[in-house]
């Protein structure tokens, strides 16, 4: 072979600090080989921004290593334990199907994890096959990319395979692996999982790996004091704070916030039966499982910090040596998520009314539209939408008596800024998107994909969500509400 004709460099940078944490965090195996792997979906951005070469992803040995079948070089394939409150309820669990093989060192020297999702068994996956099936991973790539156009920080996907074995679920299904990009995967379970299974030196080697991976500024203000794990606390709690309020911004149910699906960097983690809400209601549940309505809308913010608290607990013995003590430091840390969370929320829902600065009525007339919102059931992404667009002819919600009386007051609010029209109305447009991966469009997407191998309506769907805040005229059509369906839409786990 001539050097020009030498096999091309995928660009693995492989690093594994990971596996240099003490052994109890982890498990070394390696993914199953699929039967027959092949490429359905590859995120080229993606693969720039990790500084992996497309065309060589896409090749016989590339695609093997999005399957398992293959481990490029510098990998250490490895399950992480894990532990977690399932709705309220302590488990062990730990990747039960899947597997990290090391941290890419980006062209900009960032660490992100790689991660194959459905690639096998591991000593974690209790009675579970360790499989995925392809509907859900190509679910998972389409929420997750919707996500980043949203602007919402969130694990990314690099690839879809399929791997040419059936699984068994209800029926049987195509199984796939998808690769997951992600800050870390640490989660508030791992935490949990070394207070309760470790040593209190393996909850502070954790912490301040941690500490050094995603919060430097923890990192270099501090040394080894006490100082350094209450600061670390009280920022996880602010990043979580944000990223909940994002959620709620746009309408966004994760629907399983168990302890394990909380990563700590701040980035949304397990896209399982997440949806986004239509009608605005904050009892809206789309989980099949979650049939208390545990992880309902309006409860996402009050959850965050039900988990938080889990979290909190692991940390102290390092917070303070006398308990009492420990624990007024994390109950103070705790307290201040409710005033983080209401005041990006109220700066983000200003926004979406197109509305600069603060005002001490804010809150009521914010309060107001909700609560008309759900009186009427509007939806809740066009009903902002509309109102950035002045088309409030056009719904029940617009034509109701007490909407006026709303509508003057808010149009009275924006009169007394110094901000013009045009200047509120690019607010509103920055803040509302004009389309969000609606329930039926997903479906649609993920029929043509599963049943018939057509992925052009998903690359379509990819492409709209991309940038949802352009208000382009190809993206009207998405924020088509589905025709009335006799029966709820409904998400499931563990698919
Ligand atoms: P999730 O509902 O995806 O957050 O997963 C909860 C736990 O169940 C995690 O420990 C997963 O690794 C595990 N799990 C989910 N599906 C499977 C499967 N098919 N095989 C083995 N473990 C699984
Ligand atoms: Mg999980």
């Not at 949203?150 to 068994?168: E, F, K, M, N, Q």
């Not at 049939?291 to 959850?303: E, M, W």
């Not at 492409?463 to 025709?483: G, R």
Request: net charge negative; proline share 5%.
């Amino acid at each position: 072979m001539t050097d020009h004709m030498a096999k091309q460099d995928t660009g693995w940078n492989f690093d594994n600090s990971y596996a240099r944490l003490p052994q109890t965090f982890f498990t070394k195996v390696d993914p199953t080989p699929g039967r027959a792997p092949k490429l359905v979906v590859l995120n080229e951005p993606v693969a720039k921004e990790l500084g992996l070469n497309a065309s060589a992803l896409r090749s016989e040995e590339g695609v093997a290593t999005l399957a398992g079948n293959h481990i490029a070089e510098g990998s250490i394939p490895l399950a992480q334990a894990y532990a977690a409150h399932q709705f309220g309820h302590f488990n062990m669990l730990g990747d039960g199907r899947a597997i990290l093989l090391g941290e890419q060192i980006t062209p900009q020297g960032e660490r992100v994890d790689v991660q194959l999702k459905g690639s096998g068994r591991t000593p974690y996956s209790r009675r579970g096959d360790g499989r995925a099936a392809l509907g859900p991973m190509l679910r998972e790539y389409i929420i997750s990319e919707a996500m980043v156009g949203l602007g919402i920080p969130t694990t990314r996907s690099l690839a879809v395979v399929t791997t040419g074995d059936v699984i068994y679920r209800e029926t049987e299904l195509p199984g796939a692996v998808l690769t997951r990009i992600a800050a870390s995967h640490i989660r508030v379970g791992t935490f949990q999982y070394a207070a309760q299974y470790g040593s209190v030196e393996d909850v502070q080697a954790l912490a301040d790996y941690t500490i050094q991976r995603h919060y430097p500024e923890v990192d270099a203000s501090e040394n080894g004091s006490e100082q350094r794990y209450l600061h670390f606390l009280q920022e996880v709690i602010k990043r979580q704070a944000k990223l909940i309020t994002k959620w709620q911004l746009v309408g966004f149910i994760h629907g399983v916030m168990n302890t394990d699906n909380m990563a700590i960097s701040g980035e949304t983690i397990d896209y399982g039966p997440c949806a986004f809400m239509d009608g605005y209601d904050p009892a809206t549940v789309f989980s099949s499982i979650d049939t208390h309505g545990r992880y309902a809308y309006g409860n996402q913010p009050r959850i965050a910090v039900w988990n938080l608290a889990r979290l909190a607990e692991t940390l102290l013995p390092l917070l303070h040596a006398d308990e009492e003590q420990a624990i007024k430091l994390a109950e103070g840390a705790l307290s201040e998520f409710s005033a983080t969370y209401q005041q990006s929320w109220l700066t983000g829902m200003r926004a979406k009314l197109g509305i600069f600065h603060e005002e001490q009525d804010d809150l009521a007339l914010i309060e107001g539209l909700l609560s008309m919102m759900e009186k009427h059931s509007a939806d809740y992404t066009n009903t902002f939408l509309a109102l950035t667009f002045n088309k409030t002819e056009e719904s029940d919600l617009f034509s109701a008596p007490e909407f006026a009386p709303w509508q003057e007051q808010w149009q009275a609010r924006l009169g007394r800024q110094k901000e013009d029209q045009t200047a509120s109305q690019q607010l509103m447009r920055s803040a509302n998107p004009a389309v969000i991966p609606r329930n039926h469009r997903v479906e649609e997407a993920l029929e043509a994909a599963v049943e018939h191998g057509d992925y052009s309506v998903m690359e379509r769907l990819l492409s709209v969500l991309a940038n949802p805040f352009a208000h382009a005229p190809e993206q009207v059509e998405y924020a088509a509400l589905p025709e009335p369906s006799a029966c709820a839409y409904q998400t499931f786990c563990g698919t």
